[in-house]
């Protein structure tokens, strides 16, 4: 009843000063106070119950109207408005996940939103932005969808992400994987959370996944997009904006395309172009507030090692996950966007910062991500980079969750790297077990005539390619792909004729 009677005391107080607008949010909060403040003594254990948001309306002696935004905090049933003394005299005790998102939030964004105001037609443009961009990479194909996989990180979601907003907005983290090779991930201003095929792959354990997901929504939660786009000093024009980003999007979906398309075999097209690093990702991060400075980031760190404690996971998670990215662009050489902007802490500096990054590889989870790994692997065989390829498939091999693609995708690798009778016979070996794996995978029909050819048998591979004609026939009257079959009669029919006049040939030559 106390409670009740102190709020409305509070509101008629407020409304002495032309008060138009109140709002409060519940919020459970224990704190510690490191310094004397408002008559709190050092040391003392304070409990936030509520945040109160005023809009205060100012009359002058000119009737003259302004308007001020003020948040409050109410501690031990006393009202203390939110400053920067405040925040950096309270240790906060963060026993769950939303303990976490209000008290950063405490720290972090009222305060600027009492500077700037909720800045509304900002905000909805920035979202409207986000939206756009998300609509053409799912028209223009760079959406990877797995139901499995969006349901397991959605599930790591909703342990991490906040329930609820302090400062209100009205957006819950979605997911969207992007099907692209680059190292990246973010949440856009409507809260979408995008990640890519590329960085999944990277990673080895659902701890290095929490702490990658922990730091992309904590640049969320503390607004830092909305920061960052206050202190532009200047902005390209909207429409000019998005008429140069939608070539840029144009070329990676033609490229993606021409990779995918018509029972894509490894080496008919190279997903090289199919890269959001590059000038699309730096225009989209810019334009969007999301190219973070080094303090941005390096809240985001704490944040997610502090979710990492929380959550009981290993705090040294991030660590392990930003020295896999390390080695990743060493290895290839990569000029990512993400982790190499002149704004990015150095990846060496972060990971040493942030503990020892030796994890051990988490089996359960690198066999959850099996499919983006077969992804990554058919990638990076398309760019030429045969070894990593190689070593990726063998993942999924160990873990014994490897597909029919894996094994066909590893002959061809050993194809790519070496020509030893060695090689040769276990690059067949693969092609075998792939059609064990699967016996209606036809592109292990077609890899099997291509090893004993490379074996140089070319009477079995006569008699397979009079097989895989029949197959093909087969699948032409149940309807497949009328192109894909017609193409791939002729071929077998081509190659029949070229195998039978290299035998002739072979048979004229009368030796010495």
């Known amino acids: 009843m106390r409670k009740v009677f102190l709020i409305i005391i509070f509101i008629f107080s407020l409304s002495r000063i032309h008060a138009q607008h109140v709002q409060i949010y519940g919020t459970d909060l224990s704190a510690t106070l490191l310094k004397k403040y408002e ?212 070329a990676v979906a033609e490229g993606v395309a021409a990779a995918n398309g018509n029972y894509s075999t490894p080496g008919l097209a190279t997903l090289g172009v199919a890269t959001l690093s590059g000038a699309i990702a730096s225009e989209v991060i810019d334009w969007l507030g999301m190219k973070y400075n080094h303090k941005q980031e390096n809240e985001a760190d704490a944040i997610a090692k502090n979710m990492l404690a929380i959550l009981q996971r290993d705090t040294n998670a991030l660590s392990s996950a930003l020295n896999h990215i390390q080695q990743t662009i060493n290895e290839e050489g990569l000029d990512d966007i993400y982790f190499d902007s002149f704004t990015h802490p150095a990846l060496i500096e972060r990971i040493h910062k942030l503990g020892d990054p030796q994890t051990l590889p988490d089996n359960d989870f690198e066999r959850k991500i099996s499919f983006i790994i077969t992804n990554a692997a058919h990638k990076k065989y398309d760019s030429g980079r045969f070894t990593q390829a190689i070593d990726l498939v063998s993942q999924n091999m160990e873990n014994h969750v490897a597909t029919s693609e894996d094994y066909i995708l590893k002959a061809y690798c050993l194809f790519a790297l070496y020509n030893s009778a060695q090689s040769n016979e276990e690059a067949l070996s693969l092609i075998h077990s792939a059609k064990a794996v699967d016996p209606t995978n036809i592109e292990a029909y077609k890899a099997e005539i291509v090893a004993y050819l490379r074996l140089d048998d070319k009477n079995t591979a006569l008699r397979l390619l009079q097989e895989y004609e029949s197959i093909l026939a087969d699948m032409q009257q149940s309807n497949h792909s009328s192109y894909f079959i017609d193409t791939e009669i002729s071929w077998c029919r081509n190659m029949q004729i070229k195998l039978n006049g290299m035998q002739v040939q072979q048979a004229t030559i009368q030796p010495y």
């Open 39 to 250: 008559g709190l003594e050092k040391d003392s254990l304070i409990k936030i119950s509520e945040i109160i948001f005023e809009k205060k309306q100012n009359v002058d002696a000119y009737q003259n109207t302004t308007y001020e935004d003020m948040y409050y905090i109410r501690t031990n049933e006393k009202l203390i408005p939110i400053t920067g003394k405040l925040k950096e005299r309270l240790a906060f005790e963060c026993k769950t996940p939303q303990d976490i998102w209000d008290s950063e939030v405490i720290k972090h964004v009222l305060l600027p939103l009492q500077k700037k105001g909720l800045q509304k037609e900002l905000r909805l443009e920035r979202e409207q932005d986000a939206l756009d961009y998300i609509d053409r990479l799912k028209s223009n194909g760079l959406v990877y969808k797995d139901p499995y996989l969006e349901n397991y990180i959605y599930g790591l979601i909703a342990r991490t992400a906040p329930t609820h907003y302090i400062d209100k907005r009205p957006y819950r983290v979605n997911l969207l994987i992007v099907d692209d090779s680059s190292l990246n991930a973010g949440v856009y201003p409507n809260g979408t959370l995008i990640i890519t095929t590329g960085l999944l792959s990277c990673l080895h354990s659902e701890d290095e996944l929490i702490a990658i997901l922990s730091h992309e929504i904590a640049h969320f939660v503390l607004d830092h997009q909305i920061q960052n786009v206050n202190k532009a000093i200047s902005r390209k024009n909207r429409a000019a904006f998005w008429a140069t980003l939608a070539t840029g999007v144009t």
